[in-house]
DNA sequence: TAGATTGTTAATCGATTAACAATC
DNA sequence: TAGATTGTTAATCGATTAACAATC
């Protein structure tokens, strides 16, 4: 019933990123910091920093700063990093794979407790201890085994069946791989990662960087 | 010297997806498509897409519309899909071994010529036919062999000496999988992955999906 | 207390959407 | 030509930055 204030997109990309600033600092054993010294490590506007944490309580102190240690906390917690995540990872491919081995995952609070794969020399083996099933046996184990995320490494274009397995037994999140825009409703949550598109951004603004050089000739430093 | 208005980051992150959209028209045998139909297709405005495109030149025409095959070669030529990039892969771990088998970045353009590591069983074995070098003999291999873009893989944090290398030799784009976030100056470009960043917005948004249903009740669709 | 720094409101900037004249 | 749809300007919306009173 209460009036929560909707938090834009833009804060909620940025929470990782002050999670892990905080985090380093804690490293480096500093207690107490002010926005303006944040703003200047992260390379933003201090005015930002104390906008992005009010949107969910006032966590500083007047004439003091931050707190690093409880600040982190808070984030986590916003962020869910304090709480677990059942997984399945969808595609035992390369990609598929290295995010089974990705340790830091479980870190942060996302067990991966199978894979599924289509290939029938695949299925059975394991990775990084985590058991690789068939794809045709994936709605009965979701029925059994409550499931938060699937993370989705397949290669191919065919998985309207496989999206609409997963979100009929519950999941709701996708954490989705393939180049593939889904168009779920709003009963799922969305993630994608689309490397390609990074990768092509990526040559578009080093082909503009070599424009900006060439044009300013090759004299100035 | 000509006056070239800046393009946003906005507009530049949207291309890849264009340029997907289109490839998949194409396939689909459209020969042309209006901003209201690709509007819906793509579920953003009509009125976006003709900004969009507009910052780079009229490819529309009207009464008619787009024509999908050419507009499709246009934002390929904006995004340089149709150059080459010279590419080095350092790290050998599981994402590395991902991404070198990824046949997709090179049909895009990028070229993996070489893969760099430290463990030294790793040194000299191959990933999908391309050869692993040791990390320190990279200073000698990208003064012979001139590289656009650097994958970074890497899964610690000492990875300055790495970067200082890299664009020492004349690296102009790092595409970058470790956490860190890398300040290098206004002479390289920098494309940040950050797969733990999105898996936690994942969580939070998942988190946020969960309160507002259990706000609406049980009872409600 | 005085100084520092937050929380928060107001001003600015940029991005998205709407509208419509130009034109195919 | 008439209808359709762009290119482009103007209006709106949202996000960032600046400013400062509140307060530790």
Known sequence: MSMEKRISMAVIRRLPRYFRYLSDLIRLDIQRISSKELSERMDITASQIRQD??????????????????????????????????????????????????ENFRRRGFDITAIFDIAEDKVGTQINGIKVHHIDTMAK?????????????????????ITDTVVKAGVLGIWNFTPTDLRLGDNVVVENVHLSDSLMVLGYRLNELRRNREAQGPGSV
Chains 1, 2 share one sequence.
């Open 53 to 102: 944490l009010n949107c969910f309580g006032g966590f500083g102190q007047q004439g003091y700063g931050y707190n690093v240690q409880s600040l982190n906390e808070e984030i986590a917690h916003i962020l869910g990093v304090d709480r677990r995540f059942a997984c399945i990872l969808i595609g035992a491919g390369n990609m598929g794979k290295a995010l089974a081995n990705y």
């Open 141 to 161: 184990y979701l029925h059994r085994h409550p499931t938060d995320i699937a993370m989705l490494t397949v290669p191919n274009r065919t998985i309207s069946d």
